[in-house]
């Protein structure tokens, strides 16, 4: 098997091991943290009191000073 | 917690991010401008090739790659990296850490655009598109972007939130995939180059990839977070976004072969590359659907924010960029636009009305919230809006057009090759009065930008960040 011969296949495997487990791995722990458990809270987990559900957060500037 | 607390916490997670998401910026659209001028000259030079011809580095071999590579890696990175640097704290609910590093980061990243930027002028291209940086380059793009990486997840590791909102799967999975596509492409394609085909194949594999495990995830998770943010309405359905996710992860980073149907590749290698093409409808629709039912209802917010006018376009670009793709991945379509103008529009589409329009979309949000400071002029934001929007839409139809046309004369064996040639000439004239006004959008928001960050004419502050945050924690 020459260098590049190698490299490829070296990079091919890798590429397999590292991309495919860090799939599995986030996938297994995203389970075990029970992320999936219940979306509907999830979903709102980017409003809060202050900028509740229903608030619109951004407009033109105004002209006034 | 009251809802002052609330807003309190959020002021100063924003202003922990003040500094270098803000450097991020300000080199983003440095770059912006700096690639668009480089875009407007190779595109003048497709119908009036004698236009700044008489001085080598302004050829259109060079400043072609001077173009891509400046807005792939100067503007269109490091306004994605800003952007998920500001996405990672708010998410996480907690402080961004070691933002003095994420500063140097930035700084060693514009060191890398402008060498390979240089050396690009100079002639030291690799001649390997979307990698034609010289090779001492991509060392200094990896350390910049394992920094990112590195500060990304320690922020992350101290998160308040215990919920992992869809938009953080797509950042951190932007964060892990792209170091490593870059450093194996680099190593196959640059430093130990491949023999044969292999090369090509891990070229394209990594060009696809970049659009698709870098600059998407980024674009489709900042428009997760914003369109639901401004509207103040959860996403349609937050289920579909996560399988979404998971489907893209699964699924794109087969696409790459599609650029090379009809090349000595094995047919099995492009064949499964379509089919991956094809299973793009799975993960695209998710986004589709959530991005449009979230909106029905609410379009007239569009007339209101600037925020959601732009990120808008831009989920609506990404759908039918998207869908387009996946088609011109079949081999019959393919065999017709392929090699023609109508690859050239589509790419666009992709890298400008969806991605930069969202990036655009989410600094109209994130902007006055760290510097504390409105936007100078509604009518200067509406400019940037209609140039950009208009610009992109002409490019679109008229390079879809004209290059579909020039695929089908190029299936006829009777047609002399110049007639193709001539026969495209207005279409690439529109594409430049497209591009132009691309080019006074870009501008303008740049000027909007410069005048923000300088804090420049009167003071104004309250419609665009609601609260003023510095305001919310005095009062703390």
């Known amino acids: 098997m020459t260098r590049p011969d190698f490299l490829i296949f070296a990079i091919t495997v890798g590429s397999l091991v590292f991309f495919g487990g860090m799939a599995v791995l986030a996938l297994s722990w995203s389970v075990r943290e029970g992320q999936f458990r219940n979306l509907e809270h999830g979903s709102q987990t980017i409003f809060d009191p202050d900028e509740p559900i229903g608030e619109v957060t951004d407009r033109f500037p105004s002209n006034e000073e | ?476």
């Open chain 2, 1 to 476: 917690m009251s809802a002052d607390s609330f807003a309190v916490e959020r002021a100063r997670i924003d202003a922990s991010t003040r500094l270098p998401v803000l450097v991020w910026f300000a080199s983003a659209l440095f770059w912006l401008v700096f690639g668009s001028l480089a875009a407007l000259a190779a595109s003048l030079k497709m119908h009036t090739p004698e236009f700044l011809g008489a001085s080598q580095a302004l050829t259109f071999g060079f400043i072609r790659p001077i173009h891509l590579n400046t807005v792939v890696y100067g503007w269109s990175s490091m306004a994605g990296i800003g952007t998920l640097l500001w996405l990672i704290p708010r998410l996480a609910r907690t402080m961004l850490v070691f933002p003095k590093l994420l500063v140097f980061s930035a700084i060693v990243w514009n060191i890398g655009v402008l060498a390979g930027t240089v050396g690009l002028f100079l002639g030291m291209t690799t001649g390997i598109e979307w990698l034609e940086f010289p090779p001492f380059v991509p060392p200094i793009l990896t350390f910049a972007l394992l920094i990112v990486t590195f500060c990304g997840f320690a922020t992350f590791r101290q998160r308040n939130e215990r919920h992992v909102y869809v938009t953080l799967w797509y950042v951190l999975g932007a964060l892990v995939w792209m170091p490593a596509v870059y450093v194996i492409a680099v190593t196959l394609c640059v430093y130990q180059p491949a023999p044969g085909v292999v090369q090509a194949a891990t070229n394209w594999w990594f060009a696809h990839n970049v659009l698709g495990l870098w600059l998407t995830p980024i674009g489709v998770g900042a428009a997760y977070y914003i369109i639901p943010k401004v509207l103040g309405r959860p996403i349609y359905s937050y289920y579909l976004s996560i399988v979404g996710f998971w489907a893209l992860a699964l699924f794109y980073s087969w696409a790459g072969m599609h650029h090379l149907i009809g090349g000595p590749l094995p047919t099995w290698l492009v064949s499964a590359s379509v089919v991956g093409s094809i299973m793009m409808f799975i993960p695209v629709l998710a986004v589709a659907l959530n991005h449009h039912m979230t909106m029905v209802g609410n379009f007239h917010h569009l007339r209101y924010s600037p925020t959601l006018r732009f990120v808008v376009f831009g989920a609506m670009a990404y759908t039918v960029v998207s869908f387009q793709g996946s088609i011109e991945a079949l081999r019959s379509f393919n065999v017709i636009s392929h090699f023609t103008h109508y690859t050239i529009s589509h790419a666009h589409l992709g890298l400008y009305g969806f991605f930069s329009m969202v990036m655009f979309g989410c600094m109209y949000y994130i902007v006055p919230r760290l510097t504390e400071w409105e936007w100078a002029s509604a009518g200067l934001i509406r400019l940037h809006f209609w140039c950009s929007a208009i610009g992109i839409t002409l490019y679109f139809v008229a390079l879809t057009v004209g290059g579909w046309h020039q695929g089908m004369m190029a299936q006829d064996a009777s047609i002399a090759h110049i007639s193709q040639v001539e026969f495209t000439k207005p279409y690439l004239w529109a594409r430049s009065v497209g591009g132009t006004l691309m080019l006074i959008g870009n501008l303008t928001f740049a000027l909007l930008f410069t005048l923000n960050l300088m804090k420049l004419g009167k003071r104004r502050v309250g419609e665009t960040t609601f609260r003023t945050p510095m305001k919310a924690v005095r009062v703390s």
